[in-house]
């Protein structure tokens, strides 16, 4: 069974900090996800990871992957206030080239303060 | 493109009621998928389609079932609804290898 651990949970930081991330999975995939979730919405997409070594970048977020050591990280530089969110990421371990469905970590609940 | 609908946005059901929720995209995805998400927590799985008349059960399908019958619409249903059944339900599209794109969401109150 894959499992997908986030951390950490729950994050308060202020403003123009930086900060890091962490979401380690128990099996094979070189498919990952970050997501993005504020209060009472959907789900936004930030980045797709689709490689060993894929690094994405967009504004003061980069996502990094590294499927050896089954990890991924969500940098944050300089953080604004309105990164303020929960932040999930998500492991598709699908075998040949399906998509079968993603398992998420539980979330991190980012509080940015100024 | 309107992405991917989902109705009704609320929904308040009384134990052993039943619904359907429904979910559109218009994307003309292959892959499409049902998850709920419990407070503070992640999404799970409960059921997906790779197609047409092809569905299969996630991590979490007991008291649900589906039906694909288009591209377009994969409803979910809920027999004899109860309290555990409370939770935001998305429905998701996408390709092999895309990320997947979720609709708004669908909150439902078991009493």
């Known amino acids: 069974e894959l499992k997908v651990e986030q951390n950490p949970l729950f994050l308060s930081m202020q403003e123009g900090k930086n900060y890091t991330i962490y979401c380690n999975y128990s099996t094979t995939s070189d498919r990952l996800y970050w997501y993005r979730q504020d209060p009472g919405k959907s789900l936004e997409s930030l980045f797709v990871?689709?490689?060993?070594?894929a690094v994405k970048q967009e504004g003061r977020l980069m996502a990094s992957l590294d499927t050896k050591a089954r990890l991924s990280t969500l940098h944050i530089t300089a953080a604004v206030h309105d990164l303020s969110a929960t932040y999930f990421c998500?492991?598709?371990?699908?075998f040949g080239g399906g998509a079968d469905g993603l398992t998420f970590g539980k979330g991190t609940h980012l509080i940015i303060q100024p | 493109n309107a992405g991917v609908t989902q109705t009704p946005k609320f929904r308040i059901l009384k134990i052993g009621q039943s619904m359907t929720l429904q979910c559109t995209q218009d994307?003309?995805?292959?892959?499409m998928y049902w998850y709920r998400q419990d407070p503070g927590m992640g999404l799970k799985l409960i059921y997906y389609?790779?197609?047409?008349?092809?569905?299969d059960k996630g991590e979490v399908p007991n008291g649900y079932n589906v039906s694909r019958s288009t591209t377009e619409d994969f409803p979910l249903r809920l027999e004899l609804a109860a309290p555990s059944q409370t939770s935001v339900y998305f429905c998701a599209s996408s390709t092999s290898d895309s990320q997947s794109f979720f609709g708004p969401g669908t909150r439902l109150t078991v009493l």
């Open positions: 990871l689709l490689s060993n070594g």
């Open positions: 998500a492991v598709d371990a699908s």
């Open positions: 994307m003309n995805h292959n892959y």
């Open positions: 389609s790779v197609g047409a008349g092809i569905t």
